[in-house]
């Protein structure tokens, strides 16, 4: 099986991309904390993956007008599910989903506008709709800063306003952060109806819709339907471009910072162990830089795994220095070099997308 495997970077200046709500530990109730994991006495900022996963899904419907997110509905305060149909719906199938109603509340569902939007469940013999469940084809890691860093506490007021002014206070901070990727290819266009849970992906009502898609295929062994191939690199390919667009991240408005990758490092291999989750570091001053070491070995270990060239995305202007010395690395190593190619990271992931476009890739990669 493939896998389109990746690691990227986003450059955070000042911002604060992503809140814990507020600071319990402050006397001021009008604080806003910043996720952080703390180690001993360092901090080191974070993005959770469940955020990163909400950028990329909201971005992907403006990239590309064929990505229609599916319908949600929220059942409870602690509830809430998509259409979870992935054959209409691009993000149920390479997001995955877990659509579990709760069994006391069918009569309510069904009277309900909202929930009728979402493609029905099959019932058992008393009436109650039967979960299905989707692994995520795609995955993503927590963004973490690659080195400590010290967070800024900064305080302000609200003054457009007669009398006292409102005080009130937030956290941000300067970093690097660093998050794995990978896209399971078999997995994306491919749904299963094996009764077992995180692959009963397909019901009765969504196997009927599946035999609907023309072209579609039957994978008897496997109990799975797969999309016809063009529809897969489709959404493979949609993936991808959101990507190379991001946009998202809270205090925007304050902290306004471009989260697309400021540098990328991705090929798709054979196995889904990820082979660059340490190519990239802090250097002793805490800044980011490629462990050139950490790639040779990689190239070396897993040289039989690749099954594209190593695509490197690198804005000119970040990390100018690094970047001047993977170049010499490059040139000093041309058998590496011939592995590699090096430009801006929507370039990069252009050039992923256009390897789609080649038949013979595409079917040995979508196997």
Do not use: C
Not at 245 to 265: F, N
């Amino acid at each position: 099986m493939a896998f389109v495997t990746g690691l990227m970077l986003i450059d955070a200046p000042a911002s604060a991309l992503n809140n814990a709500g507020r600071d319990e530990s402050q006397s001021d109730q009008n604080t806003t904390a910043i996720k952080a994991i703390r180690v001993g006495r360092d901090l080191y900022p974070y993005v959770s993956a469940q955020a990163f996963r909400y950028w990329l899904r909201t971005t992907l419907p403006k990239v590309n007008a064929a990505w229609v997110n599916a319908p949600t509905y929220k059942e409870s305060s602690n509830l809430a599910y998509t259409a979870a149909d992935p054959i209409h719906y691009w993000d149920d199938d390479l997001f995955g989903y877990m659509r579990a109603p709760q069994g006391s509340d069918t009569n309510k569902r069904k009277t309900d506008p909202l929930y009728a939007k979402l493609t029905p469940l099959d019932v058992d013999s008393k009436g109650k709709e039967k979960a299905v469940t989707r692994v995520s084809p795609f995955r993503v890691s927590t963004l973490v800063s690659v080195a400590p860093v010290a967070i800024t506490q900064h305080f302000e007021v609200m003054t457009r306003h007669e009398g006292d002014p409102v005080p009130y206070s937030s956290q941000f901070y300067r970093a690097t952060l660093k998050g794995l990727f990978s896209l399971d290819l078999h997995a994306s266009g491919t749904f299963s109806y094996r009764d077992k849970t995180g692959f009963r992906n397909l019901d009765d009502v969504r196997t009927r819709l599946a035999q609907d898609v023309e072209g579609i295929k039957h994978l008897e062994d496997e109990k799975s339907y797969r999309l016809p191939d063009d529809m897969r690199v489709a959404r493979v390919k949609a993936l991808f471009e959101g990507l190379a667009q991001l946009e998202g991240g809270a205090k925007q408005s304050l902290h306004y910072t471009d989260v697309s990758p400021a540098l990328l490092i991705l090929a798709v291999t054979k196995g889904g162990n990820h082979i660059f989750g340490h190519v990239v570091g802090a250097n002793s001053k805490g800044q980011p830089e490629i462990k050139t070491a950490a790639l040779e070995e990689a190239l070396r270990v897993f040289a039989d795994d690749l099954l594209s060239p190593v695509y490197v995305g690198w804005v000119q202007g970040y990390l100018d220095d690094e970047r001047a010395k993977f170049t010499q690395f490059l040139a000093d190593n041309p058998v590496i070099q011939q592995h590699i190619q090096v430009s801006h990271p929507r370039e990069a992931l252009r050039a992923l997308v256009n390897a789609f476009n080649d038949s013979d890739n595409a079917a040995q990669w979508l196997a």
